[in-house]
């Protein structure tokens, strides 16, 4: 059987950055001033990022090509 191992990491408001051995996904990814003070501009390319729905604070177009490389996948 084979280990996985998990993090979670709460990036403001309602995202997450969940890091499964070398998978990053990232969970309704939103990038606001006070989270950009948080959390640094640099976050791991994603692998999934998953968007639960459209308002502006669950589908930031432009945090989400901040982390979109080729191949991610994105589910919405």
Same mark, same amino acid.
């Given at each position: 059987?084979?280990? !996985? =191992? *998990?993090? *979670? @990491?709460? /990036?403001?408001?309602? =995202?997450? $950055?969940? @890091?499964? #051995?070398?998978? *990053? *996904?990232? +969970?309704? /990814?939103? @990038? =606001?001033? $006070? /989270?950009?003070?948080?959390?640094? #501009?640099? /976050? #791991?390319?994603?692998?999934? &990022? +998953? !968007?639960?729905?459209?308002?502006? #604070?669950?589908?930031?177009? $432009?945090? &989400?090509?901040? !982390? ?5 996948? !994105? &589910?919405?």
């Amino acid at each position: 059987m084979k280990r !996985v =191992s *998990i993090t *979670i @990491r709460w /990036l403001g408001h309602a =995202s997450f $950055q969940i @890091r499964a #051995d070398e998978m *990053i *996904i990232y +969970l309704d /990814l939103y @990038r =606001s001033k $006070q /989270l950009r003070e948080r959390v640094p #501009d640099d /976050l #791991d390319p994603a692998s999934i &990022i +998953l !968007v639960t729905h459209s308002h502006n #604070d669950h589908c930031f177009p $432009q945090a &989400i090509d901040e !982390v979109r490389k080729e191949g991610t996948k !994105v &589910i919405a």
